[in-house]
């Protein structure tokens, strides 16, 4: 019986942590430049039974979310018409620096201007992160007087577009935000100065910002909800598992 706890338990766990990203997928379905999380399942320790037979089976002791995996999928694009809203087609992602120094790297493009100067300012995120360019450095604008309008001028070529060697092995962040891990590999800046073999850094690759417009969430509401039915029904077995072995202990417990 106790087997059976194991499983049960392991399962309501499982399928509760899944239900709960999915949750956060759908929250995020209106996030522009949201990329979902899927949940990867995997078996737990097996032990032989202790039955007499030379097959010498094994049983399972339930499952467990083993992984988390990035739908890194393109979104539809929102034309806003805006001068800082850019959107980001194909492949790639925009840089930016964090206030704690660290780089992480978005698909979101609704930036703003901080003015950190009379006559100069930077582009930044909503939350105040400075956009890189492909130089690495913060995309930096002017203006000729002190309460003038900011030099927009070529804006669209001076925002670097970084790529991985494995995109769907990075991990989210804060926000919309990724940092790259072992699995991604280090980021490459597709746009800035290149030599010798990173001339052709991923073939094949498209890489395009669009001024004026906005990616949306990338999240699929119709998949989202038939991960809410196959992780609620998961559960409801998982509970009725728990619910049964427990009465099967009672049952052997009252024997006379």
Do not use: W
């Amino acid at each position: 019986m106790k087997i059976a706890f194991y499983n049960g338990v392991s399962g309501m766990l499982s399928y509760q942590e899944a239900m709960n990203r999915v949750a956060h997928n759908v929250a995020n379905s209106g996030t522009v430049g949201f990329k979902p999380d899927q949940s990867v399942f995997s078996d737990l320790l097996y032990t032989r039974m202790a039955v007499n037979t030379p097959e010498e089976p094994l049983t399972g002791h339930g499952v467990k979310i083993e992984d988390t995996r990035l739908v890194y999928r393109q979104g539809a694009l929102d034309i806003t018409g805006e001068k800082l809203d850019f959107a980001m087609t194909g492949d790639g992602l925009f840089a930016v620096l964090r206030p704690d120094g660290t780089t992480e790297y978005t698909r979101a493009g609704a930036f703003d201007i901080s003015i950190e100067g009379k006559k100069k300012g930077y582009l930044v995120t909503g939350d105040g992160s400075h956009v890189l360019g492909p130089d690495g450095k913060p995309v930096e604008l002017t203006r000729e007087s002190d309460d003038g309008p900011f030099d927009l001028e070529g804006l669209k070529d001076k925002i670097g577009i970084y790529d991985f060697p494995n995109p769907y092995g990075l991990e989210h962040s804060t926000g919309v935000c990724f940092r790259e891990t072992e699995t991604s590999g280090e980021a490459v800046a597709i746009n800035g100065k290149r030599s010798g073999s990173q001339k052709e850094v991923y073939p094949g690759r498209v890489y395009n910002i669009r001024e004026g417009a906005l990616e949306r969430s990338a999240v699929d509401l119709s998949d989202e909800m038939v991960g809410v039915i196959v992780s609620q029904r998961a559960f409801q077995l998982n509970a009725r598992m728990v619910q049964t072995a427990d009465e099967l202990e009672q049952v052997v417990n009252n024997l006379r």
